[in-house]
T-cell receptor
Framework: ETGVTQTPRHLVMGMTNKKSLKCEQHLGHNAMYWYKQSAKKPLELMFVYNFKEQTENNSVPSRFSPECPNSSHLFLHLHTLQPEDSALYLC??????????????FGAGTRLSVL | DAKTTQPPSMDCAEGRAANLPCNHSTISGNEYVYWYRQIHSQGPQYIIHGLKNNETNEMASLIITEDRKSSTLILPHATLRDTAVYYCIVVSGANSKLTFGKGITLSVRP
């Protein structure tokens, strides 16, 4: 148990569906991250939030819409996805987004399949 | 951020030490070396990090060469549960952004 909980663990959706991924951290951290891990590819950073403000968007398509209502919760809203968006989506948190000593703690991920 | 180079895979026998190498020849003075691992279908797990001194914790030891151009992660007594992909990452002094590469797949055999 890392203190970072992601739900759901598995999700199957059609290309016209709208769904949301949820991440919650119980570590008192102020920075939260979304990563994507496609099959046989390295993890790719998607978004970074620091003290509820988005500080990084790594050229992610607009069909992925993040939301960070408070420092403990992070959502990824999905709509009109493509089959190539099927991947493991990982959430992480760290004390804050500044400096190199921030250890990131990861959730177990949501395995998304887009049909 | 400096890039890292790791062999694609290695194996070791259960109970023996696993020494995982990493090259980071372009590392700059304020960049840290971090190691994470990812067991199949789980999220990455932090192992250890260091700047220039060797570090040890309950999971592993990190040996950084004096010129800081390479490092070795040592798992002193590997178990089957240590089978995973291990990522060596150089982190900038300006932020805590992690850039993952392909890592090294460690297979621990009985």
């Amino acid at each position: 148990e890392t203190g970072v909980t992601q739900t759901p663990r598995h999700l199957v959706m059609g290309m016209t569906n709208k769904k949301s991924l949820k991440c919650e951290q119980h570590l008192g951290h102020n920075a939260m991250y979304w990563y994507k891990q496609s099959a046989k590819k390295p993890l790719e950073l998607m978004f970074v939030y620091n003290f509820k403000e988005q500080t990084e968007n790594n050229s992610v398509p607009s069909r992925f819409s993040p939301e960070c209502p408070n420092s403990s919760h992070l959502f990824l809203h999905l709509h009109t996805l493509q089959p190539e968006d099927s991947a493991l989506y990982l959430c992480a948190s760290s004390q804050d987004g500044q400096g190199p000593k921030n250890i990131q703690y990861f959730g177990a991920g949501t395995r998304l399949s887009v049909l | 951020d400096a890039k890292t180079t790791q062999p694609p895979s290695m194996d070791c026998a259960e109970g023996r030490a696993a020494n995982l190498p990493c090259n980071h020849s372009t590392i700059s003075g304020n960049e840290y070396v971090y190691w994470y691992r990812q067991i199949h279908s789980q999220g990455p797990q932090y192992i250890i990090h260091g700047l220039k001194n060797n570090e040890t914790n309950e999971m592993a030891s990190l040996i950084i060469t004096e010129d800081r151009k390479s490092s070795t992660l040592i798992l002193p007594h590997a178990t089957l549960r240590d089978t995973a992909v291990y990522y060596c990452i150089v982190v900038s002094g300006a932020n805590s952004k992690l850039t993952f590469g392909k890592g090294i797949t460690l297979s621990v055999r009985p």
